[in-house]
């Protein structure tokens, strides 16, 4: 090989090996290019599921916030009082109503009856004595109350059970007559004493027992005019036939606790014309998801 030659080889090699290097280094910049742009991808996936996150916690304190907002409700003429959260619709509710138009199934019944400690007629069921368990204290209180008034109250009737009812029924329909009997009692179903937060009040001497004329009597008075200091309220008013569907019942208390007692005490309506008002406030509440 001459000179030339091999210098021709030399040069060749060089080329190639400055051809290979130069492959090895686009290679190894690609690499370290794609790498650092899959760092600042990940990088960038981080940051956005960090501000996602973020966000919705921001969104899940709101939301607390909203459910945890308290929804108030105004009768006419009374102070605005605190909605109690819970689905008065359903029977378990102290809010509920039961009544010719909202009738309950005749399958409910309460899980919480107890026979308070107050006088009650031993000579009915036990079931008939008892009421709700969150009736119990305030129930005692205002007996207590009255008798401190000079006033010995006795529990006519609690709890009723949707059988029980048909019978008082039947028995008044084969007495009076259905027309007579559908405005003094309530039809299974339809009735408050079967939600276990209804009382009829009697006196211990039984004076006018379960007759209109107990309105007229000092035990009958005392009642109407303080046991919404306990949380119940007169719920068959004198008057109010048209709009609660019953005849004035002096006797007959619901317990619907204090702050709805009060309410209802200051603006003189009825349950049922209270209603809509609650309503209201349950939709409310079902709209900031507090139920
Ligand atoms: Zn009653």
Known sequence: MNNNMSKRVSVRKNNLSKFFIFIVLTVIVGVITFGFCGYLNNLQILKDKDAKA???KQINILLAAKRKSPVFITLPGAKPIKALVDDYSKADSIWTIVSKTHPISIDYAPTDLKIPDVATRTDKSKDEQSVRSVVLTPLKNMF??????????MIGSGYRSAAMQKVYYDNLVSSVGEETANQAIAKPGQSEHQTGLAVDISTLSRNCYLDQCFATTADGLW???NSYKFGFILRYPSGSEA???YQ???WHFRYVGLDLATALH???LTLDQAWPYLLKADA???NNGAI
Do not use: F, I, K, M
């Open 54 to 56: 973020q966000q919705q």
């Open 144 to 153: 207590d109350a009255a008798a401190s008034n000079g006033h010995n109250l």
């Open 223 to 225: 009642l109407a005019n």
């Open 243 to 245: 709009v609660t569907g």
């Open 248 to 250: 004035y019942e002096p």
């Open 266 to 268: 200051e603006s003189n």
């Open 284 to 286: 409310t509440l079902r």
